[in-house]
């Protein structure tokens, strides 16, 4: 089984930085691919930031230039460096990966961590 943990999540001031973090445990499988998604009331999920396992990023076009992505392949973990954060980025942000070997990978979320910015 897999289990992914956040942290990270709290209340800050617009303008203000915020360091989230997912550790992924599994004894058995290989982690591909990890990311950020995030939910705010009454909105769809969508995702943040992406990263694969050689290092390559995607960013949501409204977080490019404050968010930075990042990965510790030997500790499974990926991390969200929120900076400069606005009201609109409140919301329970979850992380995803995916777990698996050879070429099956399957998805896992995480339980959400909430972000709230308040103006």
């Known amino acids: 089984q897999v289990k992914l943990v956040e942290s990270g999540g709290g209340l800050v001031q617009a303008g203000g930085s915020l360091r989230l973090s997912c550790a992924a445990s599994?004894?058995?499988?290989?982690?591909?691919?990890m990311g950020w998604y995030r939910q705010a009331p009454g909105k769809q999920r969508e995702l943040v930031a992406a990263i694969t396992s050689g290092g390559s990023t995607n960013y949501a076009d409204s977080v490019k230039g404050r968010f930075t992505i990042s990965r510790d392949n030997a500790k499974n973990t990926v991390y969200l460096q929120m900076s400069s954060l606005k009201p609109e980025d409140t919301a329970v942000y979850y992380c995803n990966a995916e777990y698996g070997y050879g070429s099956t990978w399957y998805p896992k979320w995480g339980q959400g961590t909430q972000v709230t910015v308040s103006s």
């Open positions: 599994t004894i058995i499988f290989s982690i591909n691919d």
